[in-house]
């Protein structure tokens, strides 16, 4: 994909981040443009309306009352070419997981410099995954495997259930029965040794994966 071609897109709820993060991109004078959102509806009506245009999407992990794992895989279903760059503050060894669950394309820390931007965009341009060195070195220190006993599936689901859906919403939302929301839940407080929906919860925030 030659990034001249491609629109570039910084997604992120603080609005001062974003701004100054998209001027950064645009002095790099790679993308055919640059373009800053931080509501959902606004990025789902723009990534339909370029579908068939190569994109970058440089998506924050924090957002107001959720993570924005969620939307690589709406992302990805509505354009093709989306280049998925996660741009995250992010300590915790379990949520730095659960990120690479979703096969991102790069995964920057927001204490990373200028350099690391533009190796990232080169190391990605080449296919290959970039992982900025401030992120490998709490990877480096921790074995990610047995970090986060959920599933990205499962992380979904809680992403719910932390927002107050139902059952029988969630149920909808994910597209699964309300019999498979139940064993999921009851899956994971057995995997983390919980009685309750409230510190299956708390595990998890404490974990950050909500």
């Known amino acids: 994909m030659k990034k001249k071609e491609a629109i570039a897109i910084v997604f992120d709820d603080h609005l001062l981040f974003a701004d100054s993060f998209s001027a950064l991109i645009e002095r790099l004078e790679l993308f055919r443009s640059v373009h800053t959102f931080c509501e959902e509806q606004e990025l789902t009506q723009f990534l339909i309306k370029h579908s068939g245009t190569p994109i970058y999407l440089f998506l924050d992990y ?31 060894p379990a949520a730095i997981t659960n990120i690479l669950s979703y ?19 080169n190391i990605v341009g080449r296919g290959e995954q970039y992982i900025s060195p401030e992120i ?3 990877t480096s220190n921790s074995n990610l495997k047995n970090e986060t006993p959920f599933s990205a599936r499962e992380v979904e689901i809680l992403q719910h259930f932390a927002h107050g859906l139902s059952i029988a919403q969630t149920a909808e939302r994910t597209y699964l029965s309300k019999h498979t929301i139940v064993a999921h839940r009851r899956n994971m407080m057995a995997k983390v040794n919980v009685n309750s929906i409230t510190a299956l919860l708390s595990y998890a925030r404490k974990q950050e994966l909500i």
Do not use: M, T, W
């Not at 096969?103 to 690391?116: E, R, T, V, W, Y």
């Open 62 to 92: 924090y957002l107001k009352n959720q993570i924005g794992l969620p939307l690589i895989n709406v992302a990805r279903r509505l354009n093709k070419h989306v280049i998925i760059i996660v741009v995250s503050s992010v300590s915790s």
């Open 103 to 121: 096969n991102p394309h790069g995964l920057i820390s927001k204490s990373s410099g200028f350099d690391a931007v533009l190796e990232c965009l």
């Open 136 to 138: 490998a070195g709490i």
